[in-house]
Nanobody
Framework: QVQLVESGGGLVQAGGSLRLSCVAS????????MGWYRQAPGKQRELVAA???????DYADSVKDRFTISRDNAKNTVYLQMNSLKPEDTAVYYC????????????WGQGTQVTVTS
């Protein structure tokens, strides 16, 4: 069973930066994608950024050029560097891992709050 533990959320002023980390324990070395999603109050959960074990990356248009996703496969860790934060980035950020070859292997962390004040 994969467990994902996020860290790095907090309170920051607009224009500031935060770095989120997510460690996956019990993770398989099989090809997978790890990503960050966020959910603001009253809104649906949305993809922020994702990176495959092969290094392919995808970003939401709203965070391109401000956020950078990276991963360390040896440490089973994914990072999200968030720069030039805006109040609209305020949300609970969730780490996700999906293992391609295993049906239903879709795991979520408990979430970490990011609050950006104007």
């Amino acid at each position: 069973q994969v467990q994902l533990v996020e860290s790095g959320g907090g309170l920051v002023q607009a224009g500031g930066s935060l770095r989120l980390s997510c460690v996956a324990s019990g993770s398989s070395s099989s090809p997978n994608v790890m990503g960050w999603y966020r959910q603001a109050p009253g809104k649906q959960r949305e993809l922020v950024a994702a990176i495959t074990s092969g290094g392919n990356i995808d970003y939401a248009d709203s965070v391109k050029d401000r956020f950078t996703i990276s991963r360390d496969n040896a440490k089973n860790t994914v990072y999200l560097q968030m720069n030039s934060l805006k109040p609209e980035d305020t949300a609970v950020y969730y780490c996700n891992q999906r293992i391609f070859a295993v049906i239903g292997a879709n795991y979520w962390g408990q979430g970490t709050q990011v609050t950006v004040t104007s």
